[in-house]
């Protein structure tokens, strides 16, 4: 990764990323095939939802045939985590038009929003809208095309997990982790790792009072306030 915040540096910088989306996109589509859901159908929904998690969700309660009201109010709870990242990523565009962030904003995901909290560690934190609709569309559309070929194909892969697809999202999430710590040199390395130790440890006992989507919500902001105080207390 370097300073380059150019169009073309966006793509080669997502490129990484989206071999993650492959295997889980391919996953969720046979699944969604395994819950009768049609091809044109996975492709909608991940034109209008993108969000993995959230379409693994919604093709089981759809076989299930919950309400669509239960399916609304699941989505929304999933994704509200999303809120804090692109408060996160505001600031870093906030010279930028409201179109520009709008966009850059409805494409957002963890795993773009992890790589530009990279990125800017490469470039006297700045980001431009170029490099972001890059990386966001790039990303948004091999997501789109992996998940429609696992639908197409759910027949021939009648257990994905078999084949360690499920464990694609965490392992590319534990890359950027990584990526993004070493990359950091404005914070000790140790620092950095101490704080994930109690986010994980926290989302350990989280989870054994609330819903998976909820520990992680208040996961992600007591980490939050953690790193805070942290940083205020070595400044």
Known sequence: MTGDLSFRAGLKDVLPTVFG???VGLAFGVVAHTAG???????????????????????TMLAAASPI?????????INSRMSLMSMTVAPYIKEESLLQNIMIGTLLTDETFALSMNKVNYTDHKLKPAWFHAANVGAYLVWM?????????????PNPNAFGLDF??????????????????????????????????MMYVLMR???????????TVAGCLIGMGVERAHV
């Open 168 to 201: 694609a999202a965490v392992a590319m999430f534990i890359g950027l982790l990584y990526l993004q710590m070493i990359g950091d040199r404005s914070k000790p390395l140790v620092r950095q790792a101490q704080i994930v130790v109690v986010v994980m440890v």
């Open 69 to 77: 009201s239960a399916m609304l109010v699941s989505a929304i709870l």
């Open 209 to 219: 009072f609330f819903p998976g989507s909820t520990a992680m919500l208040i996961a």
């Open 145 to 157: 095309l992996a998940t429609v070929v696992g639908a197409l194909l759910g027949g021939l892969i």
């Open 37 to 59: 859901i049609a091809w044109w159908l996975v492709a909608l929904m991940s034109l209008i939802v993108y969000g993995g998690s959230v379409q693994f969700v919604l093709a």
């Open 21 to 23: 989306y492959i295997g």
